[in-house]
C-alpha cells in the first residue's frame, strides 16, 4: 500500500505560481511513476504531468513550459512548480503514485487562480 499527502494549494492572482508537494508513505519502493492529475467540476481527471523513474516525463499541452514536475532522490516526494497561472488552470490536483502494487491516489488541493 502507498498512502500519498498533497499540501501547497491556494489561491492564486494570474501570472503568479504556487509550488504543490506530494509525500509519499507506505511501499514507496513499489512506485514507477508519480504524477499530478487535475480535475473540474463535472469533468473527469485529466494528465498534468507524469514522471517515471527513468526519468521520462509526460506533460499536458495545456502546461507545457509552465509546470514543471520533479522528485527528490528516495522518490517519496514529488512536487508540481506551476508557473505563469492562468484562470483556467482552477482545479482541485490530486498526487498519483502508480506503482507495482497498484494505482494510489492522495485527497486532492484545490488551487484557484484568480484576480
Known amino acids: 500500500q502507498v498512502q500519498l499527502v498533497e499540501s501547497g494549494g491556494g489561491s492564486v492572482q494570474p501570472g503568479g505560481s504556487l509550488r504543490l508537494t506530494c509525500v509519499a508513505s507506505?511501499?514507496?519502493?513499489?512506485?514507477?511513476?508519480m504524477a499530478w492529475y487535475q480535475q473540474t467540476p463535472g469533468k473527469e481527471r485529466e494528465l498534468v504531468a507524469l514522471?517515471?523513474?527513468?526519468?521520462?516525463?509526460n506533460y499536458a499541452d495545456s502546461v507545457k513550459g509552465r509546470f514543471t514536475i520533479s522528485t527528490n532522490k528516495a522518490r517519496d516526494r514529488w512536487y508540481l512548480q506551476m508557473n505563469s497561472l492562468k484562470p483556467e488552470d482552477t482545479a482541485v490536483y490530486y498526487c498519483?503514485?502508480?506503482?507495482?502494487?497498484?494505482?494510489?491516489w492522495g485527497q486532492g488541493t484545490q488551487v484557484t487562480v484568480s484576480s
Open positions: 498519483n503514485a502508480q506503482s507495482k502494487l497498484g494505482n494510489y
Open positions: 514522471l517515471r523513474i527513468d526519468k521520462t516525463s
Open positions: 507506505g511501499s514507496t519502493a513499489s512506485i514507477w511513476g
